[in-house]
C-alpha cells in the first residue's frame, strides 16, 4: 500500500494550497480517508476525514470554515483545499486510510491517530506571515 502526499509548499498568510493524496495498493472506496499535521516539537494531530462515499465529513475545529476534503473513487485521490491560511498551519501534513468497518459505527473514531491503517509519507507546508 502507498499513500502519496503532495501540493505542499510555501504561501503567504491568507493564501491558498490544495494538497492530493493518491492511493494504490488498497481497495481505496473501502476506506475512510484522513488528514493530519504535525508542527515541530508537537503532536501529530486531526484536520479533515471523509467517509468512504464523500457522504459524510469531519474537520477539526481550527480548520472548520477554511479547509475542505473529498476524494474521487475513479481516481484512488483525496483531497485537501486549504484557503484563508495561517502561520498556525504550518506543519508536515499526513494523508491516511482506515477500513470503514473498522469504525463499527463510531464515527468518532476517525479523529484518532491509532485508528488509521495506512500513512503517507507527508508534505510540507509552511504559512508564512
Known amino acids: 500500500v502507498q499513500l502519496q502526499a503532495s501540493g505542499g509548499g510555501l504561501v503567504q498568510a491568507g493564501g491558498s494550497l490544495r494538497l492530493s493524496c493518491a492511493a494504490s495498493?488498497?481497495?481505496?472506496?473501502?476506506?475512510?480517508m484522513g488528514w493530519f499535521r504535525q508542527a515541530p516539537g508537537k503532536e501529530r494531530e486531526f484536520v479533515a476525514a471523509i467517509s468512504w462515499s464523500g457522504g459524510s465529513t469531519d474537520y477539526s475545529d481550527s480548520v472548520t470554515g477554511r479547509f475542505t476534503i473529498s476524494r474521487d473513487n475513479t481516481r484512488n485521490t483525496v483531497y485537501l483545499q486549504m484557503n484563508t491560511l495561517k502561520p498556525e498551519d504550518t506543519a508536515v501534513y499526513y494523508c491516511?486510510?482506515?477500513?470503514?468497518?473498522?469504525?463499527?459505527?463510531?464515527?468518532?473514531?476517525?479523529?484518532?491517530?491509532?485508528?488509521?491503517?495506512?500513512w503517507g509519507q507527508g508534505t510540507q507546508v509552511t504559512v508564512s506571515s
Open positions: 491516511a486510510a482506515g477500513r470503514t468497518p473498522a469504525l463499527a459505527g463510531s464515527w468518532s473514531l476517525v479523529r484518532s491517530v491509532g485508528w488509521y491503517t495506512y
Open positions: 495498493g488498497l481497495t481505496f472506496s473501502y476506506h475512510v
